[in-house]
Nanobody, 115 residues
Framework: QVQLVESGGGLVQPGGSLQLSCAVS????????LAWYRQTPGEQREFVAI???????NYADSVRGRFIISRDNSKKMALLQMNILKPEDTAVYYC?????????WGQGIQVTVSS
């Protein structure tokens, strides 16, 4: 059974940093690309960052230069380093792993940026 479990969310002040982690089990993690999405109440889930298996990355314009996506294959972890956080980054963040024919999602974790 494939499981993705996010951690590292919480409350942070504007300008602060958080690192989200996503522990993956039940699948050959190294063969999958990974991505992070986020969603606020009443809005559609939106793309945040993506890391392909060849190492290529892409970011939403709203987070480029502040967020860094990475992976630790030895630990089967997807990571999202979030710096210079803004109130508009407040959302539930979701981990996603994918290959050409399937993808899997975590349950989501709340990040709140507020003073």
């Amino acid at each position: 059974q494939v499981q993705l479990v996010e951690s590292g969310g919480g409350l942070v002040q504007p300008g602060g940093s958080l690192q989200l982690s996503c522990a993956v089990s039940g699948i050959a993690f190294g063969l999958f690309g990974l991505a992070w999405y986020r969603q606020t109440p009443g809005e559609q889930r939106e793309f945040v960052a993506i890391l392909f298996t060849d190492g290529a990355t892409n970011y939403a314009d709203s987070v480029r230069g502040r967020f860094i996506i990475s992976r630790d294959n030895s630990k089967k972890m997807a990571l999202l380093q979030m710096n210079i956080l803004k109130p508009e980054d407040t959302a539930v963040y979701y981990c996603n792993i994918f290959d050409p024919v399937r993808d899997y999602w975590g349950q989501g974790i709340q990040v709140t940026v507020s003073s």
